[in-house]
């Protein structure tokens, strides 16, 4: 069964950095790109890069580029991101998503509640 | 590509026939998707590539459109489908639309 886990709430000052985690588990991590999304308390989702399990090799939304870095550990199949200089307009749920071959997501973790505040 | 969902709230009762519908700012080329989000909830793979259904939802559930134009289809609402929708497509990017929340009438 794919599982994915991720790491649990966090509040954080303005300007700091954060690190979420999403560790998986019942498929090849390096065979799938791994997506992270952004919704907004209401909003709608938005898609914020992908990284591929087997490499590493990323490509981000424009908007993100800067704000999040994706990274991988294959050895504990495990996808990262990193968001930084947090204001509040980061306050948001963030999901990883497994994409499959034909670039939709098919598993989703439960999401990562970040709230950025002083 | 932009994708204009309606309506955005939808009351309805069970057992109904519901119909949300997607609009695209370019041709799709038919890779669409549909997600349903319960609150509190990630996103669940509906249907994919318009109108195939994904593995373990149910058959009530259908997706058409062509084109600019897309379909979700709920054959006979359910207490459980109460959720918002989102269509996603993925012909050029990766973009989701407004969503549509299905509530009890």
């Known amino acids: 069964e794919v599982q994915l886990q991720q790491s649990g709430a966090e509040l954080v000052k303005p300007g700091a950095s954060v690190k979420l985690s999403c560790k998986t588990s019942g498929y090849t991590f390096s065979n799938y790109y791994m997506s992270w999304l952004k919704q907004m308390p209401g909003q709608n989702i938005e898609w914020i890069g992908n990284i591929y399990g087997g490499n590493g090799g990323t490509g981000y939304n424009q908007k993100f580029k800067g704000k999040a870095t994706l990274t991988v550990d294959k050895s504990s199949s495990t996808a990262y991101m990193d968001l930084s200089s947090l204001t509040s307009e980061d306050s948001a749920v963030y999901f990883c998503a497994r994409l499959t071959g034909r670039r939709y997501f098919d598993f989703w973790g439960p999401g990562t509640m970040v709230t950025v505040s002083s | 590509i932009q994708l204009t969902q309606s309506p955005s709230l939808l009351s309805a009762s069970v057992g109904d026939r519901v119909t949300l519908s997607c609009k695209g700012s370019?041709?799709?080329?038919?890779?669409l998707a549909w997600y349903q989000q319960k609150l509190g909830e990630a996103p669940k793979l509906l249907i994919y590539k318009t109108n195939s259904l994904q593995t373990g939802i149910p058959s009530r559930f259908s997706g058409s459109g062509s084109g600019t134009d897309y379909t979700l289809t709920i054959s006979s609402l359910h207490s459980e489908d109460l959720a918002t929708y989102y269509c996603y497509q993925y012909n050029n990017g990766w973009t989701f639309g407004g969503g549509t929340k299905l509530e009890l009438k």
């Open positions: 370019q041709n799709i080329n038919n890779y």
